[in-house]
DNA sequence: GTAAACGTTGACGCGGGCGTCAAGGCCAGT
DNA sequence: ACTGGCCTTGACGCCCGCGTCAACGTTTAC
């Protein structure tokens, strides 16, 4: 199977391929003119990949998932170099809760003392205007 | 006070300082030979940008806040504009730590289950050997 | 006088995971 | 033969918050 055919089954683009295949993640076989060639299993693998993009596992973390199907296993977590980036990630998640948990509290505690100072100082009348110039747009990252 | 002298004092580097200038963030007086001139009130400015960074905050959500207090507000989160940066970052807060915590229950779930199949397979054998190759290394960003 | 320590602007690098364009090769249908 | 659709490699762009180096001017201490 072509490039552009795993890429349609497998539902990313030829450029993610071919950027794994360039991180030695997901080599390829080539046919006689040059053209990557695929097979079932390399399906397989990107469903593995896919699935741990998808819990925000970086490329790099999925390798030792990736290896452990190529060596024949049934599946990819059945390597211990897999379960340690389990292991590792579930660390890195309950710190990184707890740290958002945290932020979370404060950023809501000053809301409330802000939101009451306001009040106090402006019982009855007009808001504080401050928007004179051109203030922020929006993002969204930390996820 | 010059660009050095600030830096030291709000324990930030003067990169920082010119990129927080280039994005109109904090603009600095100029002194006859071209040097920044900075005053005390820019060390309360940098100070509202440094805790809301700690937040997690991009530098165009701590705008709002730099311009009121500019403005000559009491606090930076005098504004409206600023209430609202923190009601949407809460916002984001929420739907973050949702977001991980599901993906720490199943990946706790696929350890979990990946942990009970290795067993079965290898009730007192050595276990697969499978790190055949340089697995992984580390990151840790959801921060 | 001179060297060290500060200041200036400009520009590239990084990390992650690709998107996107460029310039070309290979193959199928008509 | 030619068009269109696949494929190839290479390289730059993006986002963000600076780090780092270059090449140069200014001030300060001796």
Do not use: W
């Amino acid at each position: 199977m072509r490039i552009g055919e795993l890429a349609g089954r497998a539902g990313i683009s030829t450029r993610a391929l071919r950027h794994y295949e360039s991180l030695g993640l997901l080599p390829a076989r080539r046919a006689g003119n040059g053209y990557r060639d695929y097979d079932e299993a390399d399906l397989r693998l990107l469903g593995q990949i896919r699935t741990l993009q998808d819990f925000g596992f970086g490329l790099e973390d999925t390798r030792p998932f990736v290896e452990c199907l190529r060596a024949g296993h049934p599946a990819g977590d059945s390597c211990p170099a897999s379960l340690e980036v389990y292991r590792r990630k579930l660390a890195e998640l309950d710190e990184c809760i707890e740290r958002l948990a945290q932020v979370r509290a404060e950023v809501s505690a000053q809301l409330a003392r802000a939101e009451l100072e306001a009040e106090a100082d402006v019982p009855g009348g007009p808001p504080p205007r401050c928007e004179l110039s051109p203030c922020g747009t929006e993002d969204g990252r930390p996820a």
